[in-house]
C-alpha cells in the first residue's frame, strides 16, 4: 500500500494501477481541470464528460509518464488534447449562444454593484465568454492556459509542445482578438463570425477568401 | 513614441509581475499624449483581469467528483500494466540480432542461393562424365548435380556370366570425415579413375560450422566393384556400411523366354497382314502388330536395364563433416595456443565476412522494409500533428 508523502512515490503507486494513489493525485487538479474544460466546451454536460475522459486518460496513460515534464503540464497537456478532439468533433455542431451562456450562471453578478453596473458586468463577462468560443484553438489555448489557469508562460509553451517565443506569440494575439472580439460583440450582439478574419476584412475592406480561413483558423 | 511601439511595450508591461519604472514612465508619458492608446491600456487591463477572475464562480459538480473517481476505479480492477517503452526498445534490437546472426547461419548453410555447395570439384567432374556419355540435369536444389546415365549407351553389349548368374549390386555407405573437400576429391577421382559414373551429386554446406554433407549416387564397373568399396571403406570414419546383391537370372531367363514369345507372334502376325484384303482385317491385324511391338520393346528395356545394372553397381555414399579438429601431433603449449588463437581468429574473420555478405544480399529487402516502417512512422506522425495532439 502506498504512503501518501511524495508526490514522485504516489505517481509509481498509481503508475501501478493504485486508484488510491491516483485520486490523491490528481484530486488536487480536479477543479482546474474542469474549469479548463468548461471554458472549452461551454456547456456543464460536456465539460463534465471531457474532464471525466481526461481524467480516465491520464488514469491509463501514466504507464507511460517518464517524469521528464511536471506532472502537472503532462495532466494538462492530455486533457488539452481531449478538449481539441471534442472542440474537431463539435465543429458541425451549433455553437453556443450568449444568452445561453449567460443563462448556464458562469457570471455571478457581485451583488454590492449598482444594477446598472452589474448588468453592464454580466453582458461583458457573456461576450468575453463567447469571445473565448471564437478564437481558434491553437490560441484559445495559450490563453486559457496563461490568462485563466495562471500558468507560467514556460509551462504553456511545455504542454503546447512549442518554444517559448511561439507560446508568447499566441498569448498576446489571442489577447488582441479576444478584445476585438469582445468589443464587436457588445457592440453589434452575437452575431458576430470568427474574429481574425472580420478583423482583416476590417483593415483591407476586402472578403477573406475560405483558403485564407482555413490558414487563420490553424494559427 | 509611436502607438504600435507603445502597444508592444505595454504587452511587456502586462506580461511583467514586477513594475518596471522606466517602461512604465514612458508608457504613462504616452498615453498623456495619446488618448485611443490610453483606452487601450485600460481595456487590456481589464480584459486580463475578467479573464482571471471569469471561472472564479464556477464551482466543480459533485457528480463530477464522483464520477471520475468510479471510472478510474472500474478501469484499476481490470488494470494491466502496459508494456515499458524501453521493452520495445530492446524487442528491437532482439529482432535486429535474431535477423543478422540467423541470416548470417542460414547463409553459411547456403540457404540463400550462395555458392556454398557448388564446388569446382563438381563442375569439373560433372564436365568430364558429361564427356563420357553423361547428361547434366538442371535439377533445382541447391549445389546438386545430377548425371542421369545413358541407358546402355556405353556400356558393352549384354552377356551373361559364365556362371550362368546376373547380379545386381548395391552398397550403401555413412562415412564422418574430418577432411571433407580432400575426401570427396578422392571419391570422385576414384569413381573416374575406375571408369565409373556419377549419377547425382548433392553437396549442401560451405563451411565446417554449417556441416558440410554429401550424398553421392555413383555407378561402379561391376569388375571394379569390390576394389572401390573396400577403398571408401577406409576414407573417414565408416559409420555404417551395407553392400548386397541380388540375382537377377530367373527373372531374366524367364522375361527371355517372353520375349522370343512376342517375336515368334510378331512374325505371325506380319504374317498375316500381308494376307489381309480388307481394310478392316489390316486395321485388326495392325491393332495386334502394334500391341505385339509393344510388349517386346518393354521386356527389351527391361533386359538392357537388368544387364547395365549388372555391368554397373549402384555406390550411395553419404558423406559428412565432422566438428572436429583434425587430430594432429602433439604441439607444445605456446604454439598449440598461437594455433588455436589463429584458428579462432580466422573462424570469427570467416564469420563476419558470411555476415557481411548475408547484408549484402539481403540489402535490398532490408532497405524496402525500412523504407515501408519509415513510411508507416511518418503516416502516423502525419496524422499525429494534424489531430493536434501536440
Known amino acids: 500500500v502506498c504512503g501518501l508523502q511524495d508526490t514522485d512515490w504516489l505517481i509509481r503507486c ?31 454536460e460536456d465539460a463534465h464528460d471531457c474532464a471525466q475522459e481526461a481524467m480516465i486518460r491520464i488514469y491509463r496513460s501514466l504507464p507511460e509518464y517518464r517524469f521528464q515534464a511536471a506532472f502537472s503540464t503532462w495532466i494538462y497537456r492530455i486533457t488539452t488534447n481531449i478538449c481539441l478532439d471534442y472542440l474537431r468533433k463539435r465543429r458541425a455542431r451549433p455553437q453556443t449562444s450568449l444568452d445561453a451562456l449567460s443563462d448556464a450562471g458562469y457570471y455571478i453578478p457581485d451583488p454590492k454593484k449598482p444594477p446598472e453596473e452589474a448588468l453592464a458586468d454580466q453582458d461583458r463577462m457573456a461576450a468575453l465568454q463567447l469571445g473565448i468560443t471564437k478564437l481558434p484553438p491553437k490560441m484559445r ?37 479576444l478584445r476585438n472580439i469582445t468589443n464587436s460583440i457588445l457592440e453589434h450582439g452575437q452575431n458576430v463570425d470568427d474574429p481574425k478574419h472580420t478583423i482583416q476584412e476590417q483593415k483591407s475592406g476586402r472578403n477573406v477568401q475560405p483558403r485564407e480561413r482555413r490558414k487563420l483558423y490553424d494559427m | 513614441m509611436t502607438c504600435e511601439k507603445y502597444r508592444l511595450l505595454l504587452r511587456r508591461h502586462l506580461d511583467a509581475n514586477a513594475k518596471h519604472r522606466p517602461l512604465f514612465a514612458a508608457l504613462t508619458h504616452h498615453e498623456a499624449e495619446c488618448a485611443v492608446c490610453a483606452g487601450y491600456r485600460v481595456e487590456m487591463q481589464r480584459l486580463l483581469q475578467d479573464l482571471h477572475t471569469l471561472d472564479e464562480h464556477v464551482e466543480v459538480p459533485e457528480s463530477f467528483s464522483l464520477s471520475w473517481r468510479q471510472a478510474v476505479r472500474t478501469q484499476a480492477r481490470f488494470w494491466h500494466r502496459k508494456p515499458a517503452k524501453s521493452w520495445s526498445v530492446y524487442a528491437s ?29 563438381q563442375t569439373f567432374f560433372a564436365r568430364n562424365l558429361i564427356g563420357q556419355g553423361g547428361v547434366l540435369d538442371p535439377e533445382p536444389g541447391i549445389g546438386s548435380i545430377l548425371i542421369n546415365m545413358p541407358s546402355g549407351s556405353t556400356v558393352d553389349p549384354p552377356e551373361r556370366s559364365d556362371s550362368g548368374l546376373l547380379i545386381l549390386r548395391t552398397g550403401d555407405f555413412v562415412i564422418n570425415t574430418v577432411n571433407f573437400e580432400n575426401d570427396l576429391d578422392f571419391i570422385l577421382s576414384e569413381t573416374a579413375q575406375m571408369g565409373g559414373l556419377i549419377e547425382k551429386e548433392n553437396i549442401v554446406g560451405k563451411t565446417i560450422e554449417a556441416g558440410r554433407r554429401a550424398e553421392l549416387t555413383l555407378r561402379i564397373p561391376d569388375r571394379a566393384f569390390d576394389g572401390f568399396t573396400h577403398t571408401i571403406g577406409r576414407i573417414g570414419t565408416l559409420v555404417s556400411s551395407e553392400i548386397s546383391a541380388e540375382d537377377y537370372a530367373d527373372r531374366y ?36 502388330l502394334a500391341e505385339a511391338q509393344y510388349q517386346i520393346e518393354s521386356i527389351r528395356g527391361t533386359l538392357q536395364n537388368w544387364e547395365d545394372r549388372s555391368q554397373f553397381g549402384q555406390v550411395r555414399i553419404y558423406l559428412s563433416e565432422a566438428n572436429t579438429f583434425p587430430v594432429g601431433e602433439k604441439l607444445d603449449f605456446l604454439p598449440e595456443v598461437q594455433t588455436q588463437f589463429e584458428r579462432s581468429w580466422k573462424a570469427i574473420a570467416d564469420y563476419f565476412r558470411d555476415m557481411l555478405l548475408f547484408l549484402v544480399i539481403a540489402a535490398p529487402w532490408i532497405v524496402l522494409v525500412a523504407a515501408l516502417t519509415g513510411l508507416a512512422l511518418f503516416l502516423e506522425h502525419l496524422h499525429w500533428r494534424r489531430s493536434g495532439e501536440y
Open chain 2, 93 to 121: 534490437v532482439a529482432a535486429i540480432l535474431v535477423l543478422l546472426f540467423g541470416g548470417t547461419a542460414l547463409f553459411r548453410t547456403g540457404w540463400f542461393g550462395n555458392s556454398a555447395g557448388i564446388d569446382p570439384i
Open chain 2, 253 to 288: 531367363t524367364d522375361y527371355a523366354a517372353r520375349l522370343a514369345q512376342y517375336e515368334l507372334k510378331r512374325d505371325r502376325i506380319e504374317a498375316l497382314l500381308q494376307q489381309a484384303e480388307t481394310i478392316e482385317e489390316i486395321i485388326k491385324v495392325e491393332s495386334s
Open chain 1, 141 to 177: 489555448t495559450a490563453l486559457i492556459l496563461r490568462d485563466m489557469q495562471g500558468l507560467s508562460y514556460e509551462e504553456v509553451a511545455s504542454i503546447m509542445r512549442v518554444n517559448l517565443g511561439t507560446a508568447k506569440s499566441r498569448i498576446s494575439r489571442a489577447r488582441e482578438y
Open chain 1, 14 to 44: 498509481a503508475q501501478n494501477g493504485d486508484a488510491a494513489a491516483f485520486e490523491t493525485l490528481v484530486a488536487p487538479h480536479e477543479t482546474r481541470l474542469y474549469q479548463l474544460c468548461l471554458r472549452y466546451t461551454n456547456q456543464r
